[in-house]
C-alpha cells in the first residue's frame, strides 16, 4: 500500500528567502507538492498567475472561504492568503510530500488541524541582512517593507516552537538543511517500522 506523504511547513519572515529556497529545492523532484495558494495581493513583476500564486479578487476569495475550500488562511500586511485545501489533499493521499509556504498564523491553524505537519522556520543571517533581500528584491514600497519588517519581529518569536530552523546563510547550504531535515522525518521508526508490519 502506498504511504501517504507528509506536509511540511516552511514559514518565516519575509525575505528571508523561502520561495528562492524552495525553487531549488524543487528542481527535479516530481515527489515533491509545492502548494499554490490563492492570494487577494497583486501580482509582482515576474509572478505567474497558477505557478507562484492563484491571484484572486476579494469576493473570489470570500466565496472560497464560505466554501471551505482553504485549509487555513490569514490576512498578511493588507491581503489575504490561502492554502487550497483539495490539491493538498490529493497529493499527499497520491505519497507526495506536500510543502506549505505560508505564514506563521496559517502555520499554526494547519498545525492545529493536522499535528503531524512539520513546521520548518527559515531565517536570515541577521537582521541587517534581512532588511537588505527585502530592499534589494524591489518589489515593495518603502512601507510595505516597513511593515514587513516589523512582522518579522513578531514571527522570528513563533520560530521557539517550530521542530525546525533552517540558516538560509547561502542558498545551498539552506536546501541542503531543508533535503536532510525531509529525509530524517522519513526516517522516524513511525514511518520504519510501519513498512514491516503493513501486509
Ligand atoms: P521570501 O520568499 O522569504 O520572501 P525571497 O526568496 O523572495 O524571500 O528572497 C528575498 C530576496 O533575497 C531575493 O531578492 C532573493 O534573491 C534574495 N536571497 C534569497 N536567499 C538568499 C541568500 N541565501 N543569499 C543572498 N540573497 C538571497
Ligand atoms: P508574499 O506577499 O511575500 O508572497 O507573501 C507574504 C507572506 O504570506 C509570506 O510570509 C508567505 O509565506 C505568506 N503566504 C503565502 N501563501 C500563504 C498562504 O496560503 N497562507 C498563509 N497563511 N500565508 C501565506
Known amino acids: 500500500m502506498k504511504r501517504p506523504g507528509k506536509i511540511f511547513i516552511v514559514a518565516g519572515p519575509s525575505g528571508a528567502g523561502k520561495s528562492t529556497v524552495l525553487s531549488r529545492l524543487f528542481a527535479g523532484r516530481d515527489d515533491l ?11 509582482r513583476p515576474g509572478d505567474v498567475d497558477g505557478v507562484d500564486y492563484h491571484f484572486v479578487t476579494a469576493d473570489h ?13 490569514a490576512e498578511y500586511v493588507g491581503n489575504f492568503y490561502g492554502t487550497p485545501r483539495a490539491p493538498v489533499e490529493e497529493a499527499i493521499a497520491s505519497g507526495k510530500d ?16 493536522r499535528p503531524d505537519a512539520i513546521r520548518i522556520f527559515i531565517i536570515p543571517p541577521s537582521w541587517e541582512e534581512l ?9 515593495d514600497t518603502p512601507e510595505k517593507i516597513e511593515k514587513r519588517l516589523m512582522r518579522a519581529h513578531v514571527e522570528l518569536d513563533a520560530a521557539k516552537s517550530y521542530d525546525y530552523i533552517v540558516l538560509n546563510d547561502t542558498v545551498d547550504s539552506a536546501v541542503e538543511q531543508l533535503r536532510a531535515i525531509m529525509q530524517a522525518e522519513h526516517c522516524r521508526p513511525a514511518d520504519r517500522i510501519a513498512l514491516f508490519t503493513e501486509v
Not at 507538492?33 to 501580482?43: D, G, H, L, M, N
Not at 476569495?61 to 488562511?73: I, P, S, T, V
Open 33 to 43: 507538492f509545492y502548494s499554490v495558494s490563492a492570494t487577494t495581493r497583486e501580482p
Open 61 to 73: 476569495f470570500r466565496a472560497m472561504m464560505r466554501q471551505d475550500a482553504f485549509l487555513e488562511c
Open 98 to 113: 506536500a510543502i506549505l509556504e505560508i505564514e506563521v498564523q496559517g502555520a499554526n491553524q494547519v498545525y492545529a488541524k
Open 131 to 139: 532588511e537588505h533581500r527585502l530592499r534589494s528584491r524591489g518589489t
